[in-house]
């Protein structure tokens, strides 16, 4: 289930993975893999996590095209 937040899903193309190997990286640029590992371990506590698993949806149900429009309207960081 999407978040019913609209900034939520604006701040999956702005903001930045923290740590760990993709530190740094855009949170909607990382790989699917890398997502399926979270969702296997377990999404980090808070925000980040709910970050995390909402992205993990929208990529494995084929929704990538909601990040692309967004990555092209919303200014980033």
């Keep these: 289930m999407l978040p019913s937040d609209p900034n939520i899903l604006k701040e999956l193309v702005t903001n930045e ?5 993709y530190k740094g990286r855009k949170l909607c640029d ?3 893999y890398y997502l399926e590992w979270f ?3 377990g999404f980090p506590e808070g925000k980040l996590g709910m970050q995390l698993s909402t992205l993990f949806e929208i990529k494995t149900n084929g929704l990538d095209e ?11 960081k």
């Design 17 to 21: 993975m923290p740590f760990g190997k």
């Design 30 to 32: 990382l790989p699917t």
């Design 39 to 41: 969702s296997a371990k």
């Design 66 to 76: 909601i990040l692309v429009n967004l990555k092209r309207i919303v200014p980033r």
